[in-house]
């Protein structure tokens, strides 16, 4: 059964952050993990350090579980390695919507160890690369604590920029109606 728990593990609030976006500012999306347990913690708008603020969902799965396309779309920003904490992987998908996704702390450990030093293809699936078209649905990378999630554990930060980069929204209601819309079309409940 799919269970889907809507807790604050890390959230320096204590409530769940959602907004009120409207239906305009929540675009439709699948659901970007295919996971059947998920874990919603630190909200959009939490402060982080040296005043930077939290501009999406962080969702807690297991490390290596496939991140997917939310939209049809080109992958961009496909980072080979840079630099923080060991290599780091992330992916901007420009969804053919107009909007932009943003995935972060993609997996960058070999197997069986926590070294930071997986290449490439132990981040993102098979053929991504900058400009590589992808459907909604299709597995583009896998979930790991690259970057600053080191600490905090495997968990994929996920944001959406309305149009241009300079219009981030609380990814919660579209992350939620899209659960919803995955259960009801596989007969599954979210919630127990
Ligand atoms: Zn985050």
């Not at 807690?60 to 920003?77: E, R, S, Y």
């Not at 919507?97 to 993609?106: R, S």
């Not at 600490?151 to 959406?160: D, K, N, Q």
Request: glycine share 12%; hydrophobic share 35%; net charge negative.
């Amino acid at each position: 059964m799919l269970v889907a728990l809507f807790v604050c593990g890390c959230s320096s609030s204590g409530v769940p952050r959602v907004s009120g976006t409207s239906p305009a500012r929540a675009p439709a999306i699948l659901f970007p993990l295919a996971a059947d347990s998920v874990r919603f913690t630190s909200g959009f708008g939490d402060p982080r350090a040296g005043g930077r603020t939290h501009h999406g969902q962080d969702l807690f799965c297991a490390k290596w579980t496939p991140i997917l396309a939310v939209v049809n779309g080109t992958v961009d920003w496909i980072a080979s390695g840079r630099p923080k904490n060991g290599k780091s992987y992330s992916i901007l998908l420009r969804g053919d919507d107009g909007n932009q996704y943003f995935y972060d702390h993609l997996n960058n450990d070999n197997p069986g160890t926590k070294d930071n030093l997986g290449d490439p293809d132990l981040a993102y699936a098979p053929g991504m690369h900058d400009g590589a078209r992808v459907t909604a649905g299709e597995i583009i990378g896998y979930v790991g604590d690259s970057g600053d999630a080191e600490a905090s554990g495997p968990h994929l930060h996920f944001e959406i920029h309305l149009r241009s980069w300079d219009d981030p929204v609380d990814p919660g209601p579209a992350l939620h109606a899209a659960l919803a819309r995955r259960d009801a079309s596989s007969g599954r409940r979210s919630r127990p």
